[in-house]
């Protein structure tokens, strides 16, 4: 069973931007980086952003730009900051640690870029 809720996903147009949340994030974060994820319509889930366990990040190069990483310790939340959105970018989003804990995976919160 998930131990981490994603939410803050929707239905944007192109160029817009949204806020993904990912409540429990320190349950699984512990030595591991945490990441967030994405897996669009027949594709393999991929890791499109990471938090490592010293605080530095790296975020894939397709959206190297444009999203970004973050943690609130005190509310022990993540977030993914997601900017210039693309149609592209229309995928189920996923948090868990890096690499993955396959019992942590979340329902996902789906974002659709769409005009």
């Known amino acids: 069973q998930g131990q981490l809720v994603e939410s803050g996903g929707g239905l944007v147009q192109p160029g817009e931007s949204l806020r993904l949340s990912c409540a429990g994030f320190r349950s699984i974060f512990k030595m591991y980086g945490m990441g967030w994820y994405r897996q669009a319509p027949g594709k393999q889930r991929e890791l499109v952003a990471a938090?490592?366990?010293?605080?530095?990040?790296n975020v894939a190069d397709s959206v190297k730009g444009r999203f970004t990483i973050s943690t609130d310790n005190a509310k022990n939340t993540a977030y993914l900051q997601m900017n210039s959105l693309k149609p592209e970018d229309t995928a189920v989003y996923y948090c868990?640690?890096?690499?993955?804990?396959?019992?942590?995976w979340g329902q996902g919160t789906q974002v659709t870029v769409s005009s």
């Open positions: 868990n640690r890096v690499p993955p804990d396959r019992n942590a």
């Open positions: 938090l490592s366990s010293g605080g530095s990040t």
